[in-house]
């Protein structure tokens, strides 16, 4: 497994089982939104717009991002090379806090904390379905074969509809797609200055 990936596998891990045995992290850690208005709130910093990715909720919502991050990050890593590549993660990790942040100003929603890495790993799944479009990739639930172009898609579509809909709530959907933004201004960004350029 490449560095970067192996070494943000690693850190997610460690910082999980530091929250499962007891550890305070999300109320100075977590993604908060500024000018609550709730006085137990911790408020926004600045170093949450990163921090907030390496957070998780549950065992189940870990589990998910790292076998995403796994999936895609390998892949990406290898085509990216590490800088880039931690570039590349990081830009969708911080588009995706920020999209949340602007979605919850302009919807009034509830000054609750986001956690979680999963800007960072639609962001990679975005690279995937971008440089390996016909690569089949499967789905876990139901089990449907598709191409990676089509996985993308139909990701992109149904974090569209639920958010727009409110469904499936405590998830954040336009953090997702922020982070899907966020990717693909890096990839813009690669192609105009070219694969080539150092970093």
């Keep these: 497994m490449p560095p970067v990936t192996r070494a943000l596998l690693i850190a997610n891990v460690a910082i999980y089982l ?7 992290l999300v109320e100075s850690f977590g993604l908060w939104p500024p000018a609550s208005g709730d006085f137990n709130s911790p408020g926004f910093a600045p170093w949450q717009l990163v921090t907030y990715s390496f957070l998780h ?11 995403g991050l796994y999936m895609f990050g390998a892949e990406a890593e290898r085509l990216f090379g590490q800088r880039f590549f931690a570039l590349y993660y990081f830009a969708s990790v911080v588009a995706a806090g920020v999209t949340h942040l602007v979605v919850t100003s302009l919807t009034g929603g509830p000054p609750v904390p986001v956690v979680g890495a999963s800007g960072g790993v639609y962001g990679l799944l975005l690279a995937f379905g971008v440089y390996f479009p016909h690569r089949r990739v499967v789905l876990l639930i139901p089990p449907i074969p598709m191409k990676a172009r089509t996985f993308v898609i139909v990701f992109a579509v149904v974090e569209l ?5 409110g469904t499936a709530s405590g998830v954040a959907h336009f953090a997702h797609l922020g982070g899907m933004l966020g ?3 890096m990839i813009l960004w690669r192609r105009r200055t070219g694969p080539s350029r150092r970093f």
């Design 183 to 185: 990717g693909w201004l």
């Design 18 to 24: 530091l929250q499962a045995n007891g550890a305070s």
């Design 57 to 67: 909720g549950s065992l189940t919502h870990i589990a998910f991002n790292m076998f």
């Design 161 to 165: 509809v639920f958010g727009v809909t």
